[in-house]
Nanobody, 126 residues
Framework: QVQLAESGGGLVQAGASLRLSCAAS????????MGWFRQAPGKEREFVAA????????NLADSVQGRFTITRDNTKNTVALQMNVLKPEDTAIYYC???????????????????WGQGTQVTVSS
């Protein structure tokens, strides 16, 4: 099991940027793909972005393509989500997730992830 801790959320105006970070501890980090999901009030949790074990492959939801970037640093056991040109519809709790050890490629399904962080709130005002 891996422990995940998100940080970097906050309240910003539309058009602004935020950088979310996820720190992992507890098991081998580098052999797992990682992902970000979000959940807005009254809505299902949805996929945002994912990155393969070595960062060589990334996958972004259509709604954030061209605005968000996912990166990872295996030397620091961290994953980041750079969010630019934020919109009010990006408002949600953002969750970091880790796939099980050995699942090194990306997945857009929440069921494909074994461990989850507590989430960080992102609020974008218009």
């Amino acid at each position: 099991q891996v422990q995940l801790a998100e940080s970097g959320g906050g309240l910003v105006q539309a058009g602004a940027s935020l950088r979310l970070s996820c720190a992992a501890s507890g098991r081998t980090f580098s052999r797992s793909a990682m992902g970000w999901f979000r959940q807005a009030p009254g809505k299902e949790r949805e996929f945002v972005a994912a990155i393969s074990w070595n960062g060589g492959s990334t996958n972004l939801a259509d709604s954030v393509q061209g605005r968000f970037t996912i990166t990872r640093d295996n030397t620091k056991n961290t994953v980041a989500l750079q969010m630019n040109v934020l919109k009010p519809e990006d408002t949600a709790i953002y969750y970091c997730a880790a796939r099980a050890v050995g699942n090194m490629m990306t997945s857009s399904r929440s069921s494909g992830y074994a461990d989850w962080g507590q989430g960080t709130q992102v609020t974008v005002s218009s």
